[in-house]
C-alpha cells in the first residue's frame, strides 16, 4: 500500500504562484509512476501532469503548459507540482496519485493509489 498526502494548497491572486508537495509513505515510489489530478466544481476530473519512475519522462495538459512543472525526489520519496502564472480557471481540488509503472502513464483510471486533495483557490 502506498499512502500519499498533498500539501501547499490555498488561496492566491491571479498571477501568483503555489508548489504542491505529494509526500509518499508506505513503500518506496522510485519504481512509480505519478501523477497531478485536478477537479473544479462541476467538472470531471482531468490530467495535469505525470511523471515516470525516473523522471525522465514528463507530459503536461495543454491547459498548463509553460507554467506547471512536475517533480520528483524519490530519495524524499516526494512529487512536486510547481505552478506559476496561475489563472482563475486552475482553481480546483489537486490529487496526487501513484502506479507502479516504468513507463508514464497517462490516464487516471490507470492509477492504483490517491491522495486525499489540497485545494486551490485562484482569486482574480
Known amino acids: 500500500q502506498v499512502q500519499l498526502v498533498e500539501s501547499g494548497g490555498g488561496l492566491v491572486q491571479a498571477g501568483g504562484s503555489l508548489r504542491l508537495s505529494c509526500a509518499a509513505s508506505g513503500r518506496t515510489i522510485s519504481s512509480y509512476a505519478m501523477g497531478w489530478f485536478r477537479q473544479a466544481p462541476g467538472k470531471e476530473r482531468e490530467s495535469v501532469a505525470v511523471?515516470?519512475?525516473?523522471?525522465?519522462?514528463?507530459y503536461y495538459a495543454d491547459s498548463v503548459k509553460g507554467r506547471f512543472i512536475i517533480s520528483r525526489d524519490n530519495a524524499k520519496n516526494t512529487v512536486f507540482l510547481q505552478m506559476i502564472s496561475l489563472k482563475t480557471e486552475d482553481t480546483a481540488v489537486y490529487y496526487c496519485a501513484a502506479v507502479q509503472s516504468w513507463g508514464t502513464v497517462l490516464g487516471a483510471d490507470e492509477y492504483r493509489y490517491w491522495g486525499q486533495g489540497t485545494q486551490v483557490t485562484v482569486s482574480s
Open positions: 511523471i515516470s519512475w525516473s523522471g525522465v519522462d514528463t
